[in-house]
């Protein structure tokens, strides 16, 4: 199959997820039909595509500057440390008043997760080994979990409400406020994305031959990192903490696409990123009761990692 035929059906495949997506649940023709589409059920598939987007691109990129089939802004810490913000600033702590949306809950979450990230980028540069380097970000993610709780234990009973209906992980909730700053964030992010692609295929072939090529390894880690920081940050900030898609979604594009060179991966990931939040999203309402966006990610994402760890390539 050619290069052109793939995308055809990359892009048909995304379509109709979302417009699955956006008529989930069926329709009850009358005169609510028109406000349940446009007021409810499009900003959340809105929502679902830049997520996806967001975090497979910030997946792709954690995995290149680390080499690390694994790494992904979940597994490395970085989403716990956006959570760890954003809990922060609904508990008042920031501000004195407690933030439930807008530029204050995503600023504290953009600095918990530069704060997570500047400590993995930190360690990965003092010891190489792959096993370590998750074996720590699992850490830090426990440990800014922790004190997430406890921020929650003791807040008010508002910001233990909203702490909870947030942290399960939702597109439903997403309002267009939230929608414009996971846009701008995505716009932002991949902007710098783009410019670092040279970078990350170079520095796939390890620090000294980049260095050697004339490349800045230390720039193409910083930039890496600032896109994936903010659009995690971000999409945590309005969706909650969702894992599993920035590792999944690489690898899926790569064994479709059989290339590992970024410039022709971005739009692949982008896509097949959005493609599993809208697949997500469709499966948390095939129940009575909607369950929470995460955990039918990790239904998908968990599979796909214990085969990377078996040692097998998807690629």
Not at 18 to 40: F, P
Not at 42 to 60: D, E, T
Not at 111 to 116: M, R, V
Not at 283 to 292: E, G, K, R, W
């Amino acid at each position: 199959m050619n290069i052109s035929k793939k995308y055809f059906l990359l892009f048909f495949t995304v379509f109709l997820l979302a417009a699955v997506d956006l008529l989930a649940g069926g329709l009850n023709y009358g005169e609510l039909t028109q406000t349940i589409l446009l007021e409810l059920r499009l900003p959340r598939m809105l929502c679902a595509v830049l997520a996806g987007i967001a975090l497979a691109q910030g997946g792709m990129q954690m995995q290149a500057i680390f080499r690390n089939p694994l790494a992904d802004p979940h597994v490395l810490g970085i989403s716990s440390g956006a959570a760890l913000g954003a809990s922060l600033a609904a508990a008042g702590l920031l501000t004195g008043a407690a933030a439930s949306g807008g530029w204050t809950l995503a600023a504290a979450a953009f600095a918990g997760a530069i704060l997570a990230g500047v400590g993995v980028v930190a360690v990965s540069s003092r010891f190489q080994g792959v096993a370590t380097l998750l074996i720590f970000g699992l850490l830090l993610g426990f440990i800014f979990s922790a004190i997430t709780t406890l921020i929650q234990y003791f807040g008010s009973e508002e910001s233990l409400k909203l702490y909870h209906s947030w942290v399960s992980g939702s597109f439903a909730s997403c309002s267009g406020q939230g929608l414009i700053y996971i846009g701008i964030s995505a716009v932002i992010g991949i902007s710098i994305a783009a410019t670092n692609l040279k970078g990350m295929d170079v520095i796939l072939f390890g620090d000294e031959f980049a260095a050697a090529a004339g490349a800045r390894v230390p720039v193409i880690r910083l930039k890496a990192l600032l896109s994936c920081c903010l659009m995690t940050a971000t999409v945590t900030a309005f969706c909650g903490p969702i894992g599993f898609v920035g590792i999944i979604a690489p690898h899926i594009a790569k064994a479709v696409f059989g290339t590992s060179v970024h410039s022709k991966l971005m739009l692949p990931v982008a896509l097949t990123g959005a493609g599993i939040t809208l697949l997500a999203d469709i499966i948390a309402q095939l129940f009575s009761t909607p369950v929470p966006v995460g955990a039918t990610i990790a239904l998908v994402g968990v599979p796909v990692i214990m085969f990377i760890l078996l040692g097998k390539k998807l690629w």
